[in-house]
């Protein structure tokens, strides 16, 4: 049955070559992409040598609180980062500490994954969330390697669509050791695809160990501050992680607070950077004076409304917030990282549609965190708390108390990891699942 998943695989990848050559997304590391590296990529030879991929920048950070527990916890051990989107090599580069090496992931073609595990040599192959890849996996417990799931999540809506690729190409879940869940509906979800029950763990989120501890502003914070042109004691509203679609309507709401706030500013980071341009033009035509992060302002000139058009500030960005709205949650895309803020001490908003962070909104709402269902809706919680400070303050200190309180998954994954490397057995339904060890 594996041979029908090779033979797709491979009609479907010759297909799609061009597209991935030139997206943004993929078209970095042509050669690693496949497998092929140069002779120095790899050179550090600690043991154990472990391998962990996340698919984007959002994963590699969900990653880096377990580097730091694998460096602690195997003394000496090698570990390599891998990625698939050209965002998360550079965010990987220039952020996560602790990686020995940080290439791209190879094409789940049978030849470029045996050439990948061959090259990294790893004892143990770690992916993130759903990244369940039949030939990598293959070619790693071939190669010796034990595979492990971490921060493991497995779509309701796509469990008829496993079943079905399952019974086609043979079920990829029972090469896998150790399935670490975020949850335990995950787990059971996984139960349902046929992973083994002495296999799978609920662990908890690697992500929430990510988050910055709310404090003073970190170093660049200022710079942040001066960039934006903000007057100093402005209020500032802060739109993370924004979508195509939600920054007009974001504007609106912001231009409506304006009436009864008018020293307040608006801080807009688009999820893909590459719009902020669009952005801009966006508040320009609504009447407000907007300025690009990476553009230098006239001086007396504040504007109104800022784009964050750069990697890696957005966190540094939400400790200069009094009020934080996270995008991806009017739309279909299923929200983003509603966390992050809250760690900082920010009453965060976010809209209806937060499928794929369940978990954080299961944390945050009536901790600190507050759906919102429209943009009418919207406008009248943030013009409440705008309206009462000292109940904003109350509510952002809430929010950092309720992050807080999650943390840990980390160190009980690379415990677990560091069993199954040692040949221990390993199994059961933990930490207030059914089951037990």
Known sequence: ????????????????????????????????????????????????????????????????????????????????????????????????RGADAITFVPWDLPGATRRAVRAIAPDLLVLEYAEIWPNLIRAAKKGGARVAVTNGRFSPSRLGSYRLLFSLIGNPLQDVDLFLMREDEEAERALRLGAPLDRVWVTGNTKFDALVPAGPTPPGGDELARAFGFPPEAPVFICGSTHEGEEQVLIEVFKRLLAEHPELRLVVAPRYIERAAKVKAMAQDAGLSARLRSEKGTPGTPPRVAVLDTIGELATAYRLATLVFVGGSFTTRGGQNILEPAAQGKPVLFGPHMDNFHDSVQVLVGRGGIQVKDADHLYRVAHELLARPEKMREVGALARSAVSQIRGASARNVGLMARLLERRPAGGLSEGSAGGP
């Open 1 to 96: 049955m594996h041979f029908l998943y090779n033979l797709a695989i491979v009609v479907v990848f010759a297909l799609a070559l061009p597209v991935l050559l030139l997206h943004r997304k993929t078209r970095a590391g042509t050669a690693r992409r496949f497998g092929i590296y140069p002779r120095d990529a790899f050179v550090s030879t600690g043991r154990p040598r472990i391998w962990l991929h996340g698919a984007s920048a959002g994963d590699l950070l969900a990653l880096s609180p377990m580097i730091r527990e694998l460096k602690a916890q195997l003394p000496g051990c090698t570990v390599i980062l891998s990625t698939l989107t050209n965002s998360g090599y550079l965010m990987g580069k220039e952020r996560i």
